[in-house]
């Protein structure tokens, strides 16, 4: 089963950029071959070859939803494009569409599998704005929910959990930038 995790968000305007923090953490993990991870900051019709040769597409993206900050959410969108409206999804309109139109692409090819993984974000319209803290404490939850979603071994995910402990630290500062390459390096010396 060919798997891809989409991460979206710009990550110069605040919370709308916890994706693609998201998508560098799941760079670093050795997830299997079959599972390809993407960081963007908007949909692009270039995605559409690819969305149509996989069998489950997995969208990380902030959540604009009635929900308290930091809130993490999986839904499965597959059957409903209306559902991805529902869902909070930030930039839910362009999936809608992107959705689609893959589907036109392909429509005779197997039907392709949609999860929205996200949580909710406290604010999406500072820009050059640090993470908030209520978005910063769920990344945790976030990348397992992700990890979940896509049937990873429990190995890669306690990988994941490690690197975030790792980094405990710099939850106390907002604004302190993460180096995953080397809190991922210091989990695999852990395993």
Request: aromatic share 2%; hydrophobic share 45%; charged share 20%.
């Amino acid at each position: 089963m060919r798997t891809l995790i989409l991460c979206l968000g710009n990550e110069r305007v605040s919370d709308d950029g916890i994706g693609a923090e998201i998508g560098r953490v799941l760079r670093l993990l050795p997830l299997p071959d079959d599972i390809l991870v993407k960081v963007v900051p908007r949909l692009r019709l270039d995605l559409l070859d690819v969305i149509a040769g996989i069998d489950h597409l997995v969208i990380v993206d902030a959540l604009a939803a009635k929900a308290a900050p930091g809130t993490c959410t999986v839904v499965d969108v597959t059957q409903h494009c209306a559902a991805v409206v529902a869902s909070g999804c930030c930039h839910s309109n362009d999936v809608r569409d992107l959705i689609h139109l893959a589907r036109e692409v392909a429509p005779r090819g197997s039907e392709c599998s949609i999860t929205i993984a996200g949580v909710q974000a406290d604010h999406v319209d500072r820009y050059d704005a640090p993470y908030s803290q209520a978005v910063l404490l769920a990344r945790p939850r976030l990348v397992d929910l992700v990890l979940l979603s896509t049937g990873a071994e429990l190995k890669i995910r306690l990988l994941a959990e490690a690197s975030f402990r790792e980094t405990v630290h710099l939850l106390h500062d907002v604004s302190a930038p993460c180096d995953w390459q080397e809190t991922s390096a210091q989990a695999a010396g852990v395993q």
